[in-house]
């Protein structure tokens, strides 16, 4: 007789496959990082190495010897970026892991447990490895952050310039709208130079200014003082230097966007005509939206809430390549504009959408608070939320539809259209009046409109 062959047990047919079985993980330190790869490539499968870049080089030599493919490591502070640099130039597959996903390690917790507890996860195929975008584009989006924290030490330095004038009873800032204007710059310097005649100073009035030359006059009337005079001198000094360095990297960023575009397609389409003027005083110097299309192939600036600077820091962000996101719905889950979704006994626990320290995220959320401000498809979207649900949450909402039309833009080539504010609102209108006419048939109801003493029809 023939027996049957056994079925195989439970327990191994739901056992966990390898999916790497060169994978190795590092624990992340400030003075050493330590190593771990599977135990059947090296007697020693855990290995402790110093952060020197000597040390790295050793670390990458012995990965190689042991034919090592794949690397998993945490997002620690800045101390990953060394390795990651270094063992992606050396061809290995390198993820970086939030640690939220690796955080409950069985056992005591030291260096080396938490090594192999990310290794073992790791091999098994149970990591998501965080956004990295490639090389040319993380030296853009490093520059980027370099130029905006260079002009929130700059903002800062403007406070202080508005204190030295407050010292010595210079109402400047009262009669103008920005002491950095042409105006405010042309009076500042004239006073660090040693002019403090208040009818000089008027002189330099920009005739675009509101404010009258009486009145500049008379807020430049004060009490000049040898300490506040150094303080104002120091503090525009400083300014000025700041800005001299967002020049240098202005230089950096359109270099590296000269880079980006000789590789990229050159558009079918000409550049459309830009939408508004971009009247952001803190905008790189160069033409920002020519070479945004040259890379692109698209002009994101039609989007409405997006301006030429807001559209490079995102592309800076998010990359250019949005296949590395299935669908829109896991770019804005990505951005953490999405809701969530905890659910337990069927019941939902929470529907709140998550924290995160995203700028694309922080990005978006400034454009829809701008685009509520306009006479726009996405300005009466914002505002019926914002009248329904609240500002936040209508913030949150409008970023997401942005999110989505970026998205589309660039993955698929949409061009957008504003339909206007008048075919929203029209939209919206019929929309609610046909759940009214559904909902008064189902209570045996009809609905008939109104009519003037002229015979037309009330809207």
Same mark, same amino acid.
């Given at each position: ?42 007697? %020693? ?5 110093? +952060? ?5 080089? @050793? ?9 090592? +493919? ?5 997002? $620690? ?17 390198? *993820? @970086?892991?939030?640690?939220?996903? +690796? ?7 030291t260096d080396i447990n938490d090594a192999q507890w990310l290794q073992r996860l790791h091999a098994y195929g149970l ?41 010595m009873n210079l109402q400047l800032h009262h009669v103008v709208t920005d002491i950095t204007g042409v105006t405010g ?6 006073i660090v130079a040693g002019q403090h005649d208040p009818l000089i100073l008027a002189e330099y009035r920009d005739p ?15 009490? !000049?003082?040898?300490?506040?005079? =150094? ?10 230097? !700041? ?16 880079? =980006? ?33 040259? *890379? ?17 820091? @995102? ?59 306009? &006479?726009?498809? @996405? ?16 913030? $949150? ?24 504010? +008048? ?22 109801? &009809? %609905? ?12």
């Amino acid at each position: 007789m023939t027996r049957k062959a056994s079925r195989p047990s439970r327990s191994k047919k739901d056992a966990l496959q390898v999916v790497h079985p060169h994978a190795a993980a590092i624990d992340i330190g400030s003075r050493f990082h330590v190593v771990a790869i599977p135990p059947d490539h090296d007697e %020693l499968p855990v290995r402790t190495f110093n +952060t020197f870049t000597g040390d790295l080089c @050793l670390l990458a030599d012995w990965l190689g010897e042991k034919q090592i +493919t794949t690397v998993a490591m945490e997002s $620690t502070g800045v101390y990953w970026i060394p390795v990651y640099e270094l063992l992606e130039e050396r061809g290995f597959d390198v *993820i @970086l892991v939030n640690a939220r996903d +690796t955080k409950n390690v069985p056992g005591r917790k030291t260096d080396i447990n938490d090594a192999q507890w990310l290794q073992r996860l790791h091999a098994y195929g149970l990591l998501r490895g965080s956004f990295r975008p490639a090389q040319e584009l993380a030296s853009l989006r490093a520059t980027l952050r370099q130029r905006e924290r260079l002009l929130a030490y700059a903002a800062a330095h403007i406070q202080h310039m508005q204190k030295a004038l407050m010292e010595m009873n210079l109402q400047l800032h009262h009669v103008v709208t920005d002491i950095t204007g042409v105006t405010g710059m042309r009076i500042l310097r004239a006073i660090v130079a040693g002019q403090h005649d208040p009818l000089i100073l008027a002189e330099y009035r920009d005739p675009r200014c509101k404010a009258s030359e009486e009145t500049i006059r008379q807020a430049l009337s004060g009490h !000049y003082r040898e300490e506040h005079l =150094l303080a104002l001198c120091q503090s525009l000094a400083l300014y000025d230097s !700041y800005h001299e360095h967002v020049a240098v990297c202005d230089q950096l960023i359109e270099a590296t966007l000269k880079r =980006l575009s000789l590789t990229a397609p050159v558009p079918d389409k000409p550049l459309p005509a830009a939408r508004h003027r971009d009247a952001n005083p803190n905008a790189p110097a160069f033409d920002v939206r020519a070479s945004l299309f040259t *890379i692109i192939g698209a002009d994101l600036t039609q989007i409405h809430g997006l301006g030429p600077y807001l559209v490079l820091k @995102l592309v800076g962000e998010c990359g250019t390549d949005m296949q590395r996101w299935p669908t829109a719905k896991h770019f804005t889950s990505w951005l953490a504009l999405s809701p969530g979704s905890k659910i337990s006994g069927g019941k939902v626990l929470s529907s709140r959408t998550r924290r995160t320290k995203n700028r694309a995220a922080a990005l978006l959320r400034l454009a829809a608070t701008t685009v509520g401000r306009t &006479q726009t498809a @996405l300005g009466a979207f914002y505002r019926r939320l914002a009248s329904r649900i609240g500002k936040a949450k209508a913030v $949150t909402a409008t970023a997401r539809k942005i999110a989505v039309l970026f998205y589309n833009a660039l993955r698929h080539g949409m061009t957008y259209q504003d339909p206007g504010a +008048t075919y929203y609102e029209e939209r919206y209108r019929q929309r609610i009046l046909t759940n009214v006419r559904r909902r008064a048939q189902s209570l045996g109801y &009809q %609905l008939t409109p109104l009519l003037t003493e002229g015979g037309a029809r009330v809207s």
